[in-house]
């Protein structure tokens, strides 16, 4: 009998065994066509026709994500804050919603500003607090619960499947920002969420290079539709390019977040205690707050980000970002390069991250240069 529910990881090295039926082609090529001709009776002569309706690039990479979330359908969006403001269309005047205090201040900042020009209810809540979403919620009100985790950039940990609990009683759906987490190890529809978003940016694409973002669903209903209507008149589509990009992406993302995952973990445990280290923020550590519940839904690894929290307050922390030598002081994470940040930089002044926070993203990289730079850095501090 031929096997057919291969593993998650080979679909991925083949990017769902694409073979284009064109040429055979194993590569995939570009479809760089706006729009698709009509046959003599004028009808569309295949299944695309524009492609801010669909393109023969973003097909496969919608069904290999789907496959990577154990969703009934995923949709790609320009970037990842074009598919945030897609869901949050979704929320009807007087509607509300709560999402954590700690997220990606983007996303943060968009529902901010919903709040203040539609009159949809925000509520922020701490995530670290046990009880507080239960808070937040406002039964028959609140539309969507939105979470985060781990929670960029402190990686506080909320626990999905009680989450999901919460938002069905107050008759809300639940969309989780598992950018960090991709399906390799947290998978969040199965634990109860609605939506599944990441920024395809991040891990997903893996190399810097492309920006975009997906939204995946549990089942294809009638809301479903309404996103894809969004999508459709927002005008948020990707380019084929970097559809192409991203699926190319994915093809090494299992031995990508492998080594990630290995790095940081050799990072962390290494400054955990260090002289000019305050504290180290990663959830594969046993003594972070959210440990156990980081074990039970991240089953994969617990991502390649963490954050060390420095000594010497605002200044420490800059001067850490400013010294290495190996890891590039930039913004976003999930590439094979390692990056630095000092968030209070880039982040706004109301933000409630830690001054003293310098976030990490781990690429694949030696373990041991990597450490030794962080080293070198914080002679510095």
Not at 6 to 29: F, K
Request: a negative charge.
């Amino acid at each position: 009998m031929t096997r057919t529910n291969h593993d998650i990881r080979s679909l991925l090295a083949q990017a769902g065994h694409y073979l284009d039926p064109a040429t055979g082609a194993v590569a995939p090529p570009i479809h760089a066509s706006v729009t698709y001709a009509r046959d003599s009776d004028y009808a569309p002569m295949g299944e695309y026709f524009y492609t801010r309706y669909g393109n023969p690039n973003f097909t496969p990479v919608e069904d290999l994500l789907a496959k990577l979330d154990g969703g009934a359908g995923a949709m790609l969006f320009a970037s990842g804050l074009a598919g945030v403001a897609a869901l949050v269309e979704l929320i009807e005047t007087g509607r509300h919603i709560a999402a954590p205090q700690m997220m990606y201040f983007g996303a943060q900042a968009w529902m901010q500003r919903i709040a203040r020009t539609r009159g949809i209810g925000l509520t922020l809540f701490d995530q670290a607090q046990p009880g507080a979403l239960e808070a937040a919620v406002r039964p028959g009100e609140t539309a969507l619960v939105w979470i985060e985790t781990p929670a960029n950039p402190t990686w506080d940990v909320i626990d999905i499947a009680a989450a999901a609990e919460v938002a069905r009683g107050a008759g809300a759906m639940l969309a989780v920002d598992s950018t960090v987490a991709p399906g390799l190890t947290q998978r969040p529809l199965d634990l109860g969420a609605d939506y599944v978003f990441h920024s395809s940016t991040k891990y997903l694409n893996g190399h810097s290079d492309a920006t975009g973002g997906v939204v995946v669903t549990r089942e294809k209903d009638a809301r479903w539709e309404e996103l894809d209507t969004v999508r459709k008149y927002s005008g948020g589509v990707p380019g084929p390019f970097e559809a192409w990009l991203l699926l190319r992406g994915l093809r090494t993302l299992a031995l990508r977040w492998d080594k990630a995952c290995e790095n940081a973990m050799a990072v962390a445990r290494h400054f955990r205690g260090h002289p000019k280290v305050e504290k180290v923020a990663y959830p594969g550590l046993e003594d972070h707050p959210g440990h156990a519940i980081a074990k039970k839904q991240m089953t994969g690894g617990f991502s390649g980000m963490l954050s060390l929290l420095v000594a010497g307050g605002y200044n420490g922390a800059n001067t850490l970002a400013r010294s290495t030598r190996l890891f590039v002081p930039a913004t976003s994470l999930g590439g094979v390069e390692s990056l630095i940040e000092h968030r209070a930089v880039v982040e706004t002044p109301e933000s409630p991250t830690p001054k003293n926070l310098v976030r990490l993203s781990c690429g694949i990289e030696t373990a041991g240069d990597l450490i030794a730079d962080l080293e070198q850095a914080l002679e510095r501090v």
